[in-house]
């Protein structure tokens, strides 16, 4: 089953840092739209980044514009989310996943597919 495999999230302090990897397990990207989702304990997957096959364009939610950085290495196959000055707000399971159905937004759950188990946060004194 190809599937994205999440790592790099943890326990982290108020106004902590984390970065968070994103890397395929059996399959290689289609360069398509790449994003990060955040799912809170009983809601739904919230888009939070995403970014082009290229690199060249990414948006973020209004939530975490100015915080959070996404960023990929093909050479590596990932896609990395750098996530500063973190809140309780930030809490939560990220997952990522690829867009093979092209939507009129990457920040949605329409279209995307592979998404891994995810990696969680939690943040807390």
């Known amino acids: 089953q190809w599937q994205f495999v999440e790592s790099g999230g943890g326990l982290v302090r108020p106004g902590g840092s984390l970065r968070l990897s994103c890397t395929p397990s059996?399959?290689?990207?289609?360069?398509?739209?790449i994003g990060w989702f955040r799912q809170a304990p009983g809601k739904e997957h919230e888009g939070i980044a995403c970014?082009?096959?290229?690199?060249?364009?990414?948006y973020d939610a209004e939530s975490v514009k100015g915080r959070f950085t996404i960023s990929r290495d093909d050479a590596n196959n990932t896609v990395y989310l750098q996530m500063n000055n973190l809140s309780s707000e930030d809490a939560g399971v990220y997952s990522c996943?690829?867009?093979?159905?092209?939507?009129?937004?990457?920040?949605?759950?329409?279209?995307?597919?592979?998404w891994g188990k995810g990696t969680k946060i939690t943040v807390s004194a």
């Open positions: 996943a690829e867009e093979t159905t092209v939507s009129s937004s990457c920040l949605t759950t329409y279209g995307m597919e592979y």
């Open positions: 059996g399959f290689t990207t289609n360069y398509y739209y």
């Open positions: 970014i082009s096959g290229t690199g060249t364009n990414t």
